[in-house]
């Protein structure tokens, strides 16, 4: 039985890492030459371009392992059918209950793994690379659709929701693209305020700078109607 073990394994597992490999090194590919348009940069080299693909690689890999899985687990199970491994096997008293239980195990090991990346390894390399980028773009970019922070607070007028976006974080205290939402029990939305700027203080208070806000009366007013 540890000789069938070890064969599962290492085919399944061996075709696993390839499929992963390969489609790494294809995300590897996009990410330099998307990287490659700020080469030049505030001293940003092709060589701290290629640090940050890598350094992006643990979270691509967290996204592929179900994909990498099935396909290197179909691709390794037909290499031995092919081979008429398998129908040796089954005629030497490898049950389908036995053969089910070795890729049972096998599958908790790489959920293990996966979620081994997913929570500590992609986490701790993503803020590595932000580091690194925002060391040469002066900026940290929070995403496409930037960073969403959601707060609740009592006052004089009842309870209120906000839901606060940050486009950018530069270096220090700086956020950029401020938008703050706010919210009344009921979901409705009572006001908009958007700020170019905002300093944050030692308190923890945000000082907003070009402030626009946009209010909703027919809104407000319902809310605080008995």
Same mark, same amino acid.
């Given at each position: 039985m540890r000789t069938v073990r070890r064969l599962f394994y290492v085919d399944i597992a061996s075709a696993v890492v390839f499929v992963a490999i390969a489609f790494l090194a294809l995300f590897f590919f996009i990410d330099f030459v998307d990287e490659l348009r700020d080469v030049g940069t505030r001293?940003?080299?092709a060589a701290h371009a290629a640090v940050y693909s890598l350094l992006l690689a643990? $979270?691509?890999l967290y996204e592929l392992m179900p994909i990498a899985v099935l396909i290197g687990t179909i691709y390794g199970l037909a290499r031995l059918a092919?081979?008429?491994q398998y129908t040796i096997l089954r005629t030497g008293g490898l049950g389908p209950g036995r053969a089910l239980w070795l890729l049972t195990s096998l599958a908790l090991v790489l959920g293990a793994a996966t979620f081994v990346?997913?929570?500590?390894?992609a986490p701790f390399s993503e803020r590595i690379a932000s580091q690194l980028r925002a060391n040469f773009s002066g900026g940290l970019k929070l995403g496409r659709s930037g960073a969403w922070i959601k707060e609740r607070s009592w006052g004089p007028e009842g309870e209120r929701n906000y839901s606060i976006n940050v486009g950018s $974080?530069? /270096?220090?205290?700086?956020? /950029?693209d401020i938008r703050i939402f706010e919210f009344d029990p009921d979901g409705r939305l009572l006001s908009r305020t958007a700020a170019a700027e905002a300093e944050v203080e030692r308190d923890?208070?945000? $000082?907003l /700078?070009?402030?626009?806000v946009t209010r909703w009366v027919e809104a407000a007013s319902a809310s605080s109607a008995p």
């Open positions: 001293g940003y080299t643990p $979270a691509h092919q081979t008429s990346i997913g929570d500590y390894v $974080a530069e /270096r220090g205290t700086l956020l /950029r923890g208070t945000w $000082a /700078r070009d402030v626009t």
